[in-house]
C-alpha cells in the first residue's frame, strides 16, 4: 500500500498534470482544430487614404511654347524602420549620407527621430512610417552619389516631386501668375483639395485652376494601429492636369517686354521717373490678347514652393512699385487724349458737331470760371474739324463741347428731368466702368472708372464727415506744405462742394482726365471695337484647352461684350484721321518716322497730368491697315510718369511693331500676324503616374517576410529627361508618386 | 561552525538542541531541472525581444532593450538560484519563518510607500528604477513558511504524521494573512496563486479531505460573495464578464484576450517565423512582454513552440514532484508548493491567453518579462535543488 504521503503526492501529480494537458488540449484546439479562427479584423486595422497629387497642366503659347512647365526636384528621403534595422542601427548609412548632403550627421539623426515629448525640435513631424525627407531640390551629384550605390544606403530614398517652372523667367508673369499650397479656406471651399496639391494663387493659374490641376490619384494602404502600413489597398493613379494653350505668343511678349525695358531706360535718361509700363498687343478682329506686359515685374519661381518671408518683403516693399500688379490689366490710369475717341464718339453720334464742320481750338478756354488751356497753350489760330481736332489733339476744341453738353444737362436737371450725360453713357458702351471680362480673376482686371453726377453726390454722401474733418483738421502729417495746403483747401471744397459736378468735370473727363481712367487693356479693347467696325470684345488669353492624350477638350472664343453704339463711318472715319501720314500731322507719328510701314499704322497718343507726378504717356495704336480697313493688331502702350504720349509710348509701341512686322529687326511672328490655327499638342508621353512603387518606402509588407531593403524605385538620373522642346507640352519629367502626408516643413 | 545545522523534524524548542552532523551530498544537482528552467528563461528571453523590438523601435529606443534587460534578470536569477541552492535545506526552518515574515512585511510595506501599475498597487520602486513586487516573494514565502510550519507544528496526531485541527487553522490563518493582503492591493492573480499553491500544501500535508473538501466549498462561498457584495474592483468584476463573453466588447476589456487570441489561433502548427507574427509585429497585444507574452510563441512558432513551453512546465513539474517524492517532509511541503504555484501560475497565464481563464495580471513563470517574478522563481528553483542536494536521507538521523 502506498504511503499516504505518496498517495497525496500523486494526486498532486494528477492535479497538476490535468491542468497542463488542459492547456495543451486548448492550445491544439485553438491553433489547430478551431473551425472559426479568429482573423486579424478590419475595423482594428485602419486604411490611410493619401493622395498622389497630379502633376499641373502646362501653359503654352499660341504656337505651343511652352509658358509654364513642370521641373522634376529630388527629394532625398529616409526610413527610419529599415534604418533602424541595420545591426549599427543605422549609423553608418546616416554618416554616410551625413557627408554627401554635407548636414552634420547629428542634425539628421536629429531630423528624422519623429516628435515627442522627450523629442525635441528639430524632429519629424509627419507619420512614424512616412519616410522623412532630410534634402529637398537635391542636387544631381547628391542624387547620382546615393542612387550608384544603393547597397550603402538602406532605407535612403530619391523621391521625384514636380514643381512649376517658368522656362521664360519673368516672361509674362503677371498674365501667368503663380501657384501657392493649398491652404485649410481652399480645402474648406473645395472638399477634393487636399495639402499635397498646389493652388493657382493669380493669373492663369488661378483663372484656369480646375483644369490645370489634374486630378489627384489616391493610395489607400492598411495601417495598423500604430500607423504603420501592412499593405496597399489601392492605388488609383493621379490625372495630370490639361495644357492650357493660350492667344499669347511668346516671342511677342518677350518683345513686348523688352520695347518696355528699353524705354523704361531711354525714359529714365531723359530725366523722367518712369516708375512703371504697360503694353497690350491684341488682335482686334477676334479679341485674343497675343501679348500683355508690365513693368516692374517679378519671378514667379520665387513662389515655387511657398514664397520666402525676404523675398516677399522684397516684393512688396515701396521702393519695388509693387512688381506684383499686372498694370496692363490690373492698372488704371487716366487716359489723356486716347479717350478722345470716346468723346468725338459721343461728340458725332448726339449730333453736337458734324465730320465735315469746323469748330474753334483756341488757346485757352474759360469753362465755369476757371481757365482750361490746351497742351502748352498752342492752337492754330482757326478752327478745325473733328479730325484735325484729334489729329493735334487740340483740347479746347472738346471742353467746348463737353462744356455745352454740361449746361445743357444742368438745364434739364433744372427742369426736374434726368441728365442727358452722353459723354458718360459712350464712355460706358465702350467699357470704361466694367470689368473688361478677360479670362483672369475678378481681382486682376480693372474696370476703369469716370465721373457723373449720381456717384459724385453718392461719395460725397458717404465721405462728407471725413472731408469736412480733414478740413478743420488740416493735414499736420504731410511735410511739404505746399501739398499741405492743396489738400486741405481739397479737402475744405469738398465739404461744403463735393456733391456738385461741374463743366469742368465734364471737360476734364472729354479729354480722358480727371476721375476718368482705363486700363491699357480696356483701351486696346475700345480701340479694337473702333477698327473693328464697332465690336467691343470680352479679351482673351486663353485659347483651347488641351488634354494629356492631345485632344482638344475646349476651345476658347473670345464673347462679344457690346456693340459700340457708332456708326461703322463714323469709326472709319476717326481710324482714317488718325491714320499716320508721311508727314508729322498726327501726333505720334514721329516716332514712327523710319518705319517702311509708317502709313499701315494709326493711332492716338495720350498725356495725362497726374497731379504731383509726371505725366502718364499713352499711345493707342493698331495696324497694319490692310485694303479691308482692317487692322492686324491694336497695341497700346503706357509709361507712367514717361512724359509726352510722343516721346515715351510712342517709341516703345514702335518698337513692338517693328517687331511685329519685321522692320529693322528679325520678325517674331511668322507672317506677321496673329497666329490663326491652333498648335498641334502631342501627346504628353511621360505623363503617367502608374509609380514603379506599390508601396511607399517605409512600410512594411505584412507577409511573408520583409526582406533585405527595397529601396524605393526613383526615377534614377540615368533614365533620360523628357524632351523640353518647343512644342512638347505635357508635364516634363515623370510624375513620381509622392505621398506627401503630413505637415511639410 | 557554519554546517552546523538543527534537526528539521526536531520540535520547536527555545534553548539549545541537538546539533547534527552534516550529511555527505549524495546527489548531484538536477540537470534536467536546470535545464528546463533555464530553456523557459531563455525561450522568453527571444519572445520579450519578438514582443518589444518593434514598438520599442518606434518609440525610437534600442529594439533590444527589454531583450538585454530580460537576459539580466536570468543572470541574477541564476545567481539567486546558485545562492539558493546551496542553501543547507535544514536551515529551513529558520529560513521559511523568515522568508514568510519577510515577505509579509513587504507587502505591508506596499501599502506605505507602494505604487500603483495597471490598477494594482503592488509594487515598490526602489532607487535605480527597480521595481519590487514583494507579492511575487510572498508565493515563495508562503510556501516556505508552511512548508516549516507543518513539519514543526504536528499538533497532537504525531503518529499518523497527519495535522490537527490546530495546525490547519494556524495554517489557514497564515495563508490567509498574504491573501487578504493581496486581495487588497487588489491583485487578484496573485492572490488565486497563492489560493491555489496552498491549497496543494494542504493537500500534500496530509490535511484530511473534509478540511480541503470544506475550504473549496468556503472559497466558492467567498467568490461569490465577493462578486455579489462589490469587493472586487470593477475592472475586475470587467475581466471576468469578458471571461464568460470574449465578444461582448471587442475594444475594451476584452481587447487583450481578442488580439491574444488572434494570434496564437493565426500561429497554426508551425507558427509564422520569429519577427514574423503580423500581431506581435503590429503591436496588437498589450503588455504582450509580460502577461501576453505566450501570444508571441503562439503566433510565430506555432503549436510546436507554444506546446513546447507546456511540455517544458510539465517537465519542471515532474522533477519538482520527482524531488517531493524523495525528500523529507519539509522538503516535500516545500517542493510540492513550487510545482503548485509554477503549475497553477502557467495554467492561469497560459489560460488566459487561450481565452480559458479571466485576464488577470500574471507573468508566465521564467518567460515573460519581469524581475521581481523571475528572481523569486529562481530562488524556488534554487530551494528545490538545494531540498534535492541535502534532503537525501528519508528519516531525520535522530
Request: aromatic share 6%; proline share 8%; charged share 15%.
Amino acid at each position: 500500500m502506498a504511503e499516504p504521503r505518496t498517495r497525496r503526492l500523486s494526486v498532486i501529480g494528477i492535479l497538476v498534470a490535468s491542468l497542463l494537458l488542459t492547456l495543451f488540449g486548448r492550445l491544439y484546439y485553438v491553433q489547430v482544430l478551431d473551425p472559426h479562427k479568429p482573423k486579424q479584423t478590419a475595423d482594428l486595422l485602419h486604411q490611410g487614404q493619401f493622395a498622389v497629387p497630379a502633376p499641373r497642366g502646362q501653359i503654352v503659347d499660341a504656337t505651343g511654347r511652352p509658358l509654364v512647365t513642370n521641373r522634376p526636384t529630388h527629394a532625398v528621403t529616409v526610413d527610419r524602420e529599415t534604418l533602424l534595422e541595420q545591426p549599427d542601427q543605422g549609423a553608418a548609412v546616416l554618416a554616410r549620407l551625413a557627408k554627401v548632403l554635407g548636414t552634420p550627421e547629428r542634425d539628421l539623426a536629429q531630423e528624422i527621430t519623429p516628435c515627442g515629448v522627450h523629442v525635441p525640435s528639430p524632429c519629424w513631424t509627419g507619420e512614424p512610417f512616412q519616410p522623412v525627407p532630410v534634402a529637398t531640390d537635391a542636387s544631381t551629384a547628391t542624387v547620382l552619389a546615393i542612387s550608384e550605390h544603393r547597397e550603402l544606403y538602406p532605407g535612403v530614398a530619391v523621391q521625384t516631386q514636380t514643381v512649376r517652372d517658368y522656362p521664360g523667367g519673368t516672361l509674362a508673369a503677371h498674365v501667368l501668375g503663380y501657384t501657392g499650397a493649398v491652404s485649410a479656406d481652399d480645402e474648406k471651399h473645395d472638399p477634393k483639395l487636399n495639402d499635397a496639391d498646389t493652388i493657382g494663387r493669380s493669373g492663369l493659374e488661378e483663372q484656369y485652376d480646375s483644369v490645370l490641376r489634374g486630378t489627384d490619384g489616391a493610395q489607400v494602404l492598411q495601417l495598423n494601429p500604430q500607423g504603420y502600413s501592412v499593405g496597399t489597398v489601392s492605388d488609383i493613379p493621379a490625372q495630370p492636369g490639361d495644357t492650357l494653350v493660350t492667344s499669347l505668343d511668346r516671342n511677342v511678349q518677350s518683345l513686348a517686354e523688352q520695347s518696355i525695358r528699353a524705354q523704361i531706360a531711354a525714359s529714365r535718361k531723359a530725366g523722367k521717373p518712369a516708375t512703371s509700363a504697360a503694353l497690350v498687343v491684341m488682335d482686334p478682329n477676334t479679341g485674343r490678347i497675343v501679348a500683355a506686359a508690365s513693368y516692374p515685374t517679378y519671378d514667379p519661381q520665387v513662389f515655387v514652393g511657398g514664397i520666402s518671408v525676404a523675398d516677399y518683403r522684397k516684393l512688396t516693399a515701396p521702393s519695388a512699385h509693387d512688381p506684383l500688379v499686372s498694370r496692363a490689366i490690373a492698372g488704371q490710369y487716366a487716359p489723356g487724349s486716347t479717350f478722345k475717341l470716346i468723346t468725338s464718339s459721343s461728340i458725332i453720334m448726339h449730333h453736337e458737331a458734324t465730320l465735315g464742320g469746323t469748330y474753334p481750338c483756341p488757346p485757352s478756354l474759360s469753362v465755369d470760371g476757371r481757365v482750361k488751356t490746351n497742351f502748352e497753350s498752342e492752337s492754330p489760330g482757326f478752327p478745325l474739324t473733328l479730325g484735325q481736332a484729334l489729329k493735334i489733339s487740340c483740347d479746347t476744341w472738346f471742353y467746348a463741347f463737353a462744356a455745352n453738353e454740361y449746361y445743357a444737362d444742368q438745364q434739364r436737371t433744372d427742369a426736374g428731368k434726368k441728365p442727358n450725360e452722353y459723354l458718360q453713357h459712350m464712355a460706358s458702351s465702350f467699357g470704361v466702368g466694367t470689368p473688361p471680362g478677360v479670362d483672369l480673376p475678378a481681382d486682376e482686371q480693372a474696370s476703369g472708372s469716370y465721373a457723373d453726377r449720381e456717384t459724385r453726390l453718392a461719395r460725397w454722401k458717404a465721405n462728407r464727415t471725413k472731408y469736412c474733418a480733414d478740413a478743420k483738421r488740416g493735414f499736420p502729417d504731410e511735410p511739404n506744405p505746399a501739398q499741405r495746403a492743396f489738400l486741405t483747401k481739397l479737402a475744405a471744397e469738398n465739404c461744403t462742394d463735393g456733391w456738385r459736378y461741374r463743366a469742368g468735370d465734364n471737360a476734364d473727363m472729354a479729354i480722358g482726365q480727371g476721375e476718368t481712367t482705363l486700363s491699357p487693356l480696356q483701351l486696346a479693347v475700345a480701340y479694337s471695337a473702333m477698327i473693328n467696325g464697332g465690336t467691343l470684345w470680352r479679351p482673351t488669353l486663353g485659347r483651347a484647352v488641351v488634354d494629356a492624350h492631345g485632344k482638344v477638350v475646349r476651345e476658347i472664343n473670345p464673347t462679344v461684350k457690346a456693340k459700340v453704339p457708332v456708326s461703322r463711318s463714323v469709326l472709319k472715319y476717326f481710324a482714317n484721321q488718325l491714320r499716320f501720314t508721311p508727314d508729322h500731322s498726327v501726333s505720334g507719328a514721329l516716332a514712327f518716322d523710319t518705319a517702311p510701314y509708317k502709313t499701315g499704322i494709326g493711332g492716338k497718343t495720350g498725356t495725362a497730368e497726374v497731379f504731383g507726378q509726371q505725366d502718364t504717356s499713352w499711345l493707342a495704336s493698331w495696324g497694319p491697315v490692310g485694303a479691308s480697313g482692317k487692322a492686324r493688331f491694336v497695341v497700346v502702350g503706357m509709361v507712367e510718369q514717361g512724359g509726352t504720349g510722343a516721346s515715351s509710348a510712342a517709341p516703345m509701341v514702335r518698337k513692338v511693331y517693328d517687331g511685329l512686322l519685321g522692320a529693322g529687326r528679325p520678325q517674331v511672328l511668322a507672317g506677321g500676324r496673329p497666329e490663326a490655327t491652333l498648335p498641334t499638342i502631342t501627346p504628353a508621353a511621360q505623363v503617367t503616374t502608374s509609380a514603379p512603387r506599390s508601396q511607399p518606402a517605409g512600410t512594411r509588407p505584412a507577409s511573408p517576410t520583409r526582406g533585405p531593403v527595397s529601396p524605393s524605385p526613383t526615377r534614377g538620373p540615368g533614365s533620360p529627361s523628357p524632351a523640353r522642346g518647343p512644342v512638347s507640352p505635357g508635364p516634363s519629367g515623370t510624375p513620381d508618386v509622392t505621398p506627401t502626408f503630413g505637415p511639410r516643413r | 561552525m557554519t554546517l552546523l545545522a538543527r534537526d528539521p523534524a526536531a520540535p520547536m524548542r527555545l534553548g539549545p538542541s541537538r546539533v547534527l552532523r552534516p550529511q555527505r551530498i549524495r546527489r548531484g544537482i538536477d540537470v534536467v531541472l536546470c535545464v528546463t528552467t533555464l530553456a523557459l528563461a531563455l525561450i522568453g528571453a527571444v519572445l520579450v525581444w519578438s514582443a518589444t523590438r518593434s514598438r520599442l523601435a518606434d518609440e525610437g529606443s534600442n529594439p533590444q532593450g527589454y531583450l538585454y534587460r530580460h537576459l539580466g534578470n536570468v543572470g541574477i536569477g541564476v545567481a539567486l538560484a546558485i545562492i539558493a541552492a546551496r542553501v543547507d535545506v535544514r536551515r529551513l526552518r529558520t529560513i521559511g519563518p523568515l522568508l514568510y515574515l519577510g515577505s509579509l512585511l513587504g507587502l505591508l510595506a506596499v501599502f506605505a510607500v507602494g505604487t500603483t501599475i495597471n490598477g494594482a498597487h503592488a509594487w515598490i520602486m526602489l532607487p535605480g528604477g527597480m521595481e519590487l513586487q514583494p507579492s511575487e516573494f510572498m508565493k515563495l514565502g508562503l510556501i516556505a513558511g508552511l512548508a516549516v510550519m507543518f513539519t514543526q507544528w504536528r499538533g497532537s496526531d504525531r503518529a499518523m504524521l497527519r495535522p490537527a485541527t490546530p495546525d490547519i487553522l494556524l495554517a489557514i490563518g497564515l495563508i490567509t494573512v498574504p491573501l487578504v493582503l493581496i486581495m487588497l492591493q487588489p491583485d487578484l492573480g496573485s492572490a488565486m496563486v497563492l489560493a491555489a499553491t496552498a491549497f496543494g500544501l494542504l493537500i500534500a500535508a496530509d490535511v484530511p479531505a473534509r478540511w480541503t473538501l470544506g475550504l473549496i466549498a468556503v472559497g466558492a462561498l467567498g467568490v461569490f460573495l465577493a462578486i455579489k457584495s462589490g469587493v472586487l474592483a470593477d475592472y475586475q468584476l470587467a475581466r471576468f464578464r469578458v471571461f464568460a463573453n470574449p465578444g461582448h466588447d471587442p475594444r475594451g476589456a476584452a481587447y487583450n484576450v481578442t488580439q491574444a487570441r488572434i494570434a496564437i489561433a493565426n500561429g497554426g502548427l508551425f507558427g509564422r517565423g520569429l519577427f514574423q507574427g503580423p500581431q506581435t509585429r503590429g503591436a496588437f497585444v498589450p503588455e504582450q512582454q509580460t502577461d501576453f507574452v505566450y501570444s508571441v510563441a503562439g503566433e510565430e512558432f506555432g503549436l510546436l513552440g507554444a506546446g513546447l513551453i507546456i511540455v517544458l512546465f510539465a517537465v519542471l513539474c515532474w522533477r519538482g514532484l520527482r524531488i517531493a517524492a524523495r525528500a523529507d517532509r519539509t522538503g516535500r511541503l516545500l517542493a510540492v508548493g513550487v510545482v503548485c504555484w509554477f503549475a497553477f501560475q502557467a495554467f492561469q497565464n497560459i489560460g488566459m491567453n487561450l481565452g480559458l481563464t479571466p485576464v488577470t495580471g500574471l507573468p508566465l513563470p521564467f518567460v515573460s518579462y519581469g524581475g521581481s517574478s523571475m528572481f523569486a522563481q529562481s530562488l524556488a528553483v534554487g530551494l528545490l535543488i538545494a531540498v534535492d542536494r541535502y534532503a537525501t536521507t528519508r528519516r531525520p538521523v535522530v
